[in-house]
């Protein structure tokens, strides 16, 4: 293990607020300096340098798509903020209600095109190969989002489609950070692949473990009001799991509570908990969870390398399963 | 001159209607579709063609990034018409207005996606160069964007500082179009130039136009209601060039009108008109438009090729300054 995690982290936060963005049109270029200073665990750029350098890619020449896919996910995240009218990201006041719409759809067009820019200064060799994998995966996280709102509105959604929506709007995005790193040095295409896999069940099974924190996580360490989900009657995998299984009783008790219309959330939070404990919903998400991880595991035990040389990306998984915000 | 204007609109209109969206998620999908069909002069990609065949590249080599020039304008439009509001494009609703605005900002983005994506077609050997060039012009075309909207809400805008702001807006695009066909083409540095040069020029005379027609042009030619700038104060070169030279009376009576509140628009309109008039606005405009299309042509005069080569693009661009909408 021949760097840390939290090494990574902090050479990214640095390289980050080093990009330089003009300082004119200052509403254009502001709010993309202010998104990027948010904050966050910048654990998809740490992907990308873990596996540049498994494969033995140097850091300089994985750096710029490292940056590039950081920049594009808070891009996307920016953007949704404004369809998602969310207030707060990261407990400040999100480009949309700091400044107005028009300013947040702008710089984040702009945002995208940055990371563009970043991701075609990776060695030229490879740049065509990881400019198509990035805007594939632009366009399914595209794709996946536009799943999530159509969700909102429908009666029924199955468990599959569920999964096939966060594959896309989440995943895919933490998979190609993975192969991205492993295309930069010049890895095989089955390591590619195995990498990429890896990354998608992670990223699945990350999602997955979002649902279960949102409504068994600890409120202090997770951050936002636990049970939100629940209030929303957001489709989550907890919920479409409930919906289901349950049958007579706790079906029709389950429906009422998601019609309620009263003031006292904590109320709902526990009625619906508690049928999800009488339906074992979290022993079927962690059980989900935790499918998803060992499938994950084995592709990074099927590359042909030592298990030492994948040592801290292990490690930095492990992290992400046994997170509690 | 081997092709004609016409022919290679028509070609382009089959291409763009034969590019291969999913069906799937048709929230996503449908509006580009949508867009891309409300049709349009398709002259940016025209350009990039003509550019294209003037230093020899096939016209097979050239079409991706034509059409990637062409869906990244329209996936300008989609966005602009969002901030702009505007219920109509070409006679027809627009995206946020026939679907919402949250489908606008998606579709939106995955236009902006699909546009990168065919830019990546060209032959591998140009691609690097094509991508940077595109790419920045796209983030040049954001800070045109944010200028117009930041001189909305400013008191004084200086004449240059209008020129500056529509050369980003609507001229680099027009640059890139042509430079772009000639970097296909394997042209030299100083050729890809003189058409980049050709095409900004060009580009701000073309904005001038639109100018000098939103108060001058026909109503049943123009396709919109003429005067909508003056209505709007909208800070173009011909208010700007007016508030420029107006002083005393003509001033006081510019100041008035512009805060008029009343219903009667028409009156507003004759009565800015009899302005520009005594201030001689119009002949500054279009005196200022002959400058940039001479500069501009100067360019296509300056390639070392013989002045037949450049026949249809001469013919282009002399529709383009003739045009009547």
Redesign the interface.
């Given at each position: 293990m021949s760097v840390s995690v939290e090494q990574l982290q902090k050479e990214i936060e640095s390289q980050l607020q080093q990009l330089n963005f003009?300082v004119f049109?200052a509403?254009?270029y502001d709010p993309l300096r202010y998104t990027l200073a948010l904050g966050g665990k910048r654990l998809r750029p740490a992907l990308t340098l873990l596996a540049a350098e498994i494969f033995a890619a140097s850091k300089s020449d994985a750096m710029p798509a490292a940056l590039g896919l950081e920049v594009f996910h808070n891009f996307t995240l920016l953007?949704d903020d404004?369809?998602d009218k969310a207030p707060l990201r990261r407990g400040k006041p999100t480009v949309h209600e700091k400044w107005n719409?028009?300013v947040a759809?702008?710089?984040?067009?702009?945002m995208?095109?940055?990371s563009?820019?970043l991701m075609?200064d990776v060695p030229?060799s490879v740049?065509?190969a990881v400019?198509?994998l990035f805007?594939?995966t632009?366009?399914e996280v595209?794709?996946g989002?536009?799943?999530d709102?159509?969700f909102e509105n429908r009666e029924n959604v199955s468990i599959d489609e569920y999964l096939h929506m966060i594959r896309l709007k989440t995943a895919v995005l933490v998979g190609a950070c993975l192969a991205i790193g492993a295309q930069i040095a010049n890895a095989s295409e089955s390591d590619i692949n195995h990498l990429y896999d890896f990354g998608v069940n992670l990223g699945v099974a990350f999602q997955l473990q979002d649902d279960i924190l949102d409504v068994y996580g600890d409120e202090q360490k997770f951050g936002k009001q636990v049970g939100g989900d629940i209030i929303a009657n957001k489709k989550t995998f907890l919920l479409l799991t409930a919906l289901n299984s349950a049958s007579g009783d706790s079906l029709s008790e389950l429906q009422k509570w998601m019609l309620y219309k009263g003031n006292d959330n904590q109320e709902k939070v526990n009625a619906i908990k508690s049928i999800y404990h009488q339906l074992k919903v979290r022993e079927s998400a962690e059980q989900k969870m935790d499918q998803l991880y060992s499938e994950a595991l084995s592709h990074l035990d099927a590359l042909p390398i030592k298990a030492s040389q994948t040592q801290t990306l292990r490690v930095l998984s492990a992290m992400l399963m046994a997170r509690q915000n």
């Amino acid at each position: 293990m021949s760097v840390s995690v939290e090494q990574l982290q902090k050479e990214i936060e640095s390289q980050l607020q080093q990009l330089n963005f003009p300082v004119f049109p200052a509403t254009l270029y502001d709010p993309l300096r202010y998104t990027l200073a948010l904050g966050g665990k910048r654990l998809r750029p740490a992907l990308t340098l873990l596996a540049a350098e498994i494969f033995a890619a140097s850091k300089s020449d994985a750096m710029p798509a490292a940056l590039g896919l950081e920049v594009f996910h808070n891009f996307t995240l920016l953007h949704d903020d404004i369809m998602d009218k969310a207030p707060l990201r990261r407990g400040k006041p999100t480009v949309h209600e700091k400044w107005n719409a028009n300013v947040a759809i702008l710089s984040g067009d702009a945002m995208f095109v940055k990371s563009c820019q970043l991701m075609t200064d990776v060695p030229s060799s490879v740049m065509p190969a990881v400019m198509k994998l990035f805007l594939k995966t632009a366009l399914e996280v595209c794709e996946g989002q536009q799943l999530d709102m159509d969700f909102e509105n429908r009666e029924n959604v199955s468990i599959d489609e569920y999964l096939h929506m966060i594959r896309l709007k989440t995943a895919v995005l933490v998979g190609a950070c993975l192969a991205i790193g492993a295309q930069i040095a010049n890895a095989s295409e089955s390591d590619i692949n195995h990498l990429y896999d890896f990354g998608v069940n992670l990223g699945v099974a990350f999602q997955l473990q979002d649902d279960i924190l949102d409504v068994y996580g600890d409120e202090q360490k997770f951050g936002k009001q636990v049970g939100g989900d629940i209030i929303a009657n957001k489709k989550t995998f907890l919920l479409l799991t409930a919906l289901n299984s349950a049958s007579g009783d706790s079906l029709s008790e389950l429906q009422k509570w998601m019609l309620y219309k009263g003031n006292d959330n904590q109320e709902k939070v526990n009625a619906i908990k508690s049928i999800y404990h009488q339906l074992k919903v979290r022993e079927s998400a962690e059980q989900k969870m935790d499918q998803l991880y060992s499938e994950a595991l084995s592709h990074l035990d099927a590359l042909p390398i030592k298990a030492s040389q994948t040592q801290t990306l292990r490690v930095l998984s492990a992290m992400l399963m046994a997170r509690q915000n």
